[in-house]
């Protein structure tokens, strides 16, 4: 088992994480982005983290092997404590526990900050993501058919809830 870090992430991250990003807007529709994003693009995006919204990496040997954060789950006052997660890991290190250790971590800073829920938006009910979400105890709380287009065809997206209180 490798020893693996989970830090608060730096601007300085950004080059790594972006790199992953990339990968997953290359071959996944697990994100509906169709375009890969640059450096300058990140790094705005970049700005909305802070406490009640962190971001965090998982870093091994100065590598980053993945990331994970918490946004606004809509822009609406009311869903002020409802957010939702995103986790993004590294090709050679998925299966290795990297996302349960930053899905931890996250959990612990939501429940920190006070947050009500995490919402987790997963498309086609992608397998490794459910089965990481739902061994974190979320449950699927609904989907909506042909949400997104990207590779030729239409993909749902399954909706699954953690309520921290």
Same mark, same amino acid.
């Given at each position: 088992?490798?020893? =693996?870090?989970?830090?608060?992430?730096?601007?300085?991250?950004?080059?790594?994480?972006?790199?992953?990003?990339?990968?997953?807007?290359?071959?996944?529709?697990?994100?509906?982005?169709?375009?890969?994003?640059?450096?300058?693009?990140?790094?705005?995006?970049?700005?909305?983290f802070?406490?009640?919204?962190?971001?965090?990496?998982?870093?091994?040997?100065?590598e980053?092997?993945?990331?994970?954060?918490?946004?606004?789950?809509?822009?609406k006052?009311?869903?002020?404590d409802?957010?939702?997660?995103?986790?993004?890991?590294?090709?050679?290190?998925?299966?290795?526990?990297?996302?349960?250790?930053?899905?931890?971590?996250?959990i612990?800073?939501a429940?920190?900050?006070?947050?009500?829920?995490?919402?987790?938006?997963?498309?086609?009910?992608?397998?490794?993501? =459910?089965?990481?979400?739902?061994?974190?105890?979320?449950?699927?709380t609904?989907?909506?058919?042909?949400?997104?287009?990207?590779?030729?065809?239409?993909?749902d997206?399954?909706?699954?809830?953690?309520?921290?209180?």
């Amino acid at each position: 088992m490798m020893k =693996v870090r989970i830090r608060n992430a730096k601007i300085s991250d950004l080059g790594e994480m972006l790199t992953i990003y990339n990968e997953v807007v290359r071959t996944s529709p697990v994100t509906f982005d169709l375009n890969e994003q640059t450096l300058e693009e990140r790094e705005e995006w970049f700005r909305q983290f802070n406490e009640k919204y962190p971001i965090f990496v998982a870093e091994h040997d100065g590598e980053i092997l993945g990331y994970a954060c918490l946004t606004k789950f809509r822009p609406k006052p009311a869903y002020t404590d409802t957010v939702e997660d995103s986790v993004y890991i590294k090709k050679k290190a998925r299966g290795n526990g990297v996302g349960s250790m930053l899905l931890t971590k996250l959990i612990r800073e939501a429940r920190q900050q006070g947050h009500h829920s995490i919402i987790a938006v997963i498309a086609n009910d992608e397998s490794s993501s =459910v089965k990481l979400h739902e061994k974190f105890g979320f449950v699927k709380t609904g989907y909506i058919k042909e949400a997104g287009y990207k590779f030729g065809r239409w993909h749902d997206i399954h909706f699954y809830q953690l309520k921290l209180e």
